[in-house]
C-alpha cells in the first residue's frame, strides 16, 4: 500500500493518480465495456431480432441490482479507507460485510420472486438479475483491491471479466448457445472471479470492529449510492415501461445505446473515482462562499439550459426519424450523444457535491431522487409515443430536475450561512473514533 494518507499535501500528492496509473486502469475498463459492446452486436447477428430482444429486455431490466449490491460502497471506500492510519482493516471489513449482505439478499429475493412468480422472459431474466448481482459485488471487491493499493487486482479481474465476454459470444455464435446459456457462462465465471478475490481481502480485514465504526461508515455509503441507484432505477423502469408499450420491439435499440453508452459513462465516472481520495482532501477546505461560487451556482443555468437542449435534441431525433435518414438504432445513439454534454455536466456537479460536506451530501442524495421521479413520470408520456427515443429524452430530462432539485436546496440557503463541519466523511470513524 502506499504512503499512510493523512491530512497533509503530502498524502494529498501521494494519492493523486499519476498517468502510467490512470492510462492501465482505464485500459481494463473500457476494454471490457467496449468487448461488451461488440460482443452484443455479435450476438444480435447470430440470435437474431427474437431472442434477442428477450436477452436485452432482461438484462436491462435487471441494470439497478448492480448498484443495487455495490450501494456506494466502493466510492465510500476510497474516500474512508486511503485516510485511515489504523482502522483502515476494520473499514475493509465492514464493507465486505455489507456487500456480502446486499448480495445475498437480493440473490434470495430473485430465488424466492422465480419461486413464486416464474418471469415472463423466462430463464434468462433470473440468470441476467443473478448476473447484475454479482458484477456489482465485483464491484465492491475491486473497488477494496484499489483503495488498499492494489491496482493490479483491478486490471486482472477486468481482463478476465473480458475474456468470459469473450468465450461466451464464441459459444453463442459456434456452439448455438441460445441466451441463456450464454448469460449462464459470463454468471458462472463472475461468481468464481469473486470468490478468487476474497480471501486476499479477507487477510486485510479486522476484526472486531470497534463500536460506532460501521454506522457512520455504512450512513456515508447509502447516501454516496443514491445517484448511482436513482441512474440505474431510471433505466431499468424505463426499460419496463418500454418492454409494455407497443415499441417492445425497440428495447434492443436501447440496450445497445445503454451499452454504447456505458463505455463513456463508466469511463468517465471511474475517472473520477481515482482522483476521489485526492479531490475530497482538497474540497474540504473549501468555504461556504467558495463552494458556492464553484458549484451551486452552476446547478440553475445547467437546469435550464438542459431541458432546453434535451427537447430540442428530441425533436431533432423525432424528425431524423421519421424522415428516415439513419436506422432507428443509430437515432436512438444520436439522440443520446446530443445528451451527453448535460449527463457529463451534471455528473461532475454531483460529484463535487457529494464530495465537499455533509449538507451537500444529502442535497444531492435527495436531488438524485426528485430526477428519478421526474424521468419515470416523463417517460410514461413520452415511451407509449416515441419508444425508445422518449426513454432516452426522459432520462437525459432527469439529469435536468436533478441540476434543478439540487439547487433548490442548497441554493437559496447557501447564501450568507456557513456549512458544517466539512466533508461528507465527517461523521466518519478514524483512528480514535474521533472525526477528521
Known sequence: MRTAPGADAGAQRSW???????????????????????????????????PYERYAAAMGTAQVLTTVTSLGIEKSALKLVPRARRTGPQLITVFLCCAGVLTAAVVLWLAGTALLHPPRGGAVALLAGLYMALLGLNTVLV????????????????????LLVVTGTGGATLLGWGPEGFTGWILGGTALLNLAHVPALLRSAARPVRRGAAGPAVST????????????????????????????????????????????????????????????LTLRSLDAAELDRRVVR??????????????????????VQDSGLLPPPVVVLLLYVLCIPLVFAMGSLNYLLENAGARTLRATAAASAAGLVCAVLLGTLLVPVLGALGAVGALAAGEAAHALAAWLLLGPSSRGRRPPVPAAVAAAPTDLGVPR
Open 16 to 50: 493523486r493518480p499519476g498517468p502510467r496509473r490512470l492510462a492501465s486502469l482505464l485500459a481494463g475498463r473500457t476494454a471490457f465495456r467496449l468487448t461488451l459492446l461488440g460482443a452484443n452486436t455479435a450476438l444480435l447477428a447470430s440470435w437474431g431480432q427474437g
Open 143 to 162: 473497488g477494496l483491491c484499489r483503495a488498499l493499493g492494489r491496482d493490479r487486482a483491478d486490471i486482472a479481474n477486468f481482463t478476465a471479466l473480458s
Open 221 to 280: 455509503s447509502a447516501l454516496m449510492a443514491c445517484g448511482d441507484v436513482a441512474a440505474a432505477g431510471t433505466v431499468s423502469i424505463l426499460f419496463a415501461l418500454l418492454g409494455a408499450s407497443r415499441h417492445h420491439e425497440q428495447t434492443g435499440h436501447l440496450y445497445l445505446m445503454v451499452l454504447a453508452s456505458s463505455v463513456l459513462l463508466n469511463g468517465f465516472g471511474y475517472l473520477l473515482r481515482l482522483f476521489q481520495p485526492h479531490v475530497s
Open 298 to 319: 452552476r446547478l440553475l443555468p445547467l437546469a435550464a439550459a438542459g431541458a432546453a437542449w434535451t427537447a430540442a435534441a428530441l425533436l431533432l431525433a423525432r424528425f
